[in-house]
Nanobody, 124 residues
Framework: QVQFVESGGGLVQPGGSLRLSCAVSVSDIKFSIYAVGWFRQAPGEQRELVTG???????WYAPSVKGRFTISRDNAKNTVYLQMNSLKAEDTAIYYCNGSPGALLTKIGDYGPWGPGTQVTVSS
């Protein structure tokens, strides 16, 4: 079973930066064909797709984070990163990663088991 483990969250002031990591427990060959997304869920809100990257490094960003967040992948380390800059209070949420072979899935319900996520809190 493929596992996605998030790390790197924390407390940061508005305007600050954080870098999240998503370690994927799958063989190197399989990881290279995975599309991986970063999601977030704020209290009382539904989980939403924030950004995703395909096996060919095609990238999609939600309008709310475009220009501030950058997703990247390192196939040698089976890891996907999320660099978050110019953070705002509304970015406060638990951040999750998940993925699947092939295309980036847009429906939350189509994803397999979720990891524990990593808390990001933007506050002064």
């Amino acid at each position: 079973q493929v596992q996605f483990v998030e790390s790197g969250g924390g407390l940061v002031q508005p305007g600050g930066s954080l870098r999240l990591s998503c370690a994927v427990s799958v063989s190197d060959i399989k990881f290279s064909i995975y599309a991986v997304g970063w999601f977030r869920q704020a209290p009382g809100e539904q989980r939403e797709l924030v950004t995703g990257i395909t096996m060919s490094s095609q990238i999609w960003y939600a309008p709310s984070v475009k220009g501030r967040f950058t997703i990247s992948r390192d196939n040698a380390k089976n890891t996907v990163y999320l660099q978050m800059n110019s953070l705002k209070a509304e970015d406060t949420a638990i951040y999750y990663c998940n993925g699947s072979p092939g295309a980036l899935l847009t429906k939350i319900g189509d994803y397999g088991p979720w990891g524990p996520g990593t808390q990001v809190t933007v506050s002064s």
